[in-house]
């Protein structure tokens, strides 16, 4: 079992970046994927970008890619994403994922992971 807390959410105007942290517990994190998603108000939610075990294989959303990068560091436990070029509609609660023995391609499926952080705002301004 993993438990995953995010941090470095904020308000920052448009055009501007934030990092995200995910750090998990745990002594077997390099066996599990780590997904990013997020929720805006009223809509449901949608993946972000991924990061195989290892780190070798990424996957983004159209909506965020060439501006968001997903990274991890396996001997810290932690996940990262890095946001730049920020916009008005990516303000949403970001939650960090784990996903466990599926297949990659459930990558973006929020049904393929067991474990959630509580989620994290990030708010941008116009």
């Known amino acids: 079992q993993v438990q995953l807390v995010e941090s470095g959410g904020g308000l920052v105007q448009a055009g501007g970046s934030l990092r995200l942290s995910c750090a998990a517990s745990?002594?077997?994190?390099?066996?599990?994927?780590m997904g990013w998603f997020r929720q805006a108000p009223g809509k449901e939610r949608e993946f972000v970008a991924v990061i195989s075990g290892t780190g070798g294989s990424t996957a983004y959303s159209d909506s965020v890619k060439g501006r968001f990068t997903i990274s991890r560091d396996n001997a810290k436990n932690t996940v990262y994403l890095q946001m730049n070029s920020l916009k008005p509609e990516d303000t949403a609660v970001y939650y960090c994922?784990?996903?466990?023995?599926?297949?990659?391609?459930?990558?973006?499926?929020?049904?393929?992971?067991?474990?959630w952080g509580q989620g994290t705002q990030v708010t941008i301004s116009s």
């Open positions: 745990g002594r077997t994190f390099s066996s599990y994927r």
């Open positions: 994922a784990a996903s466990y023995g599926s297949a990659w391609y459930t990558r973006t499926l929020v049904s393929a992971y067991g474990y």
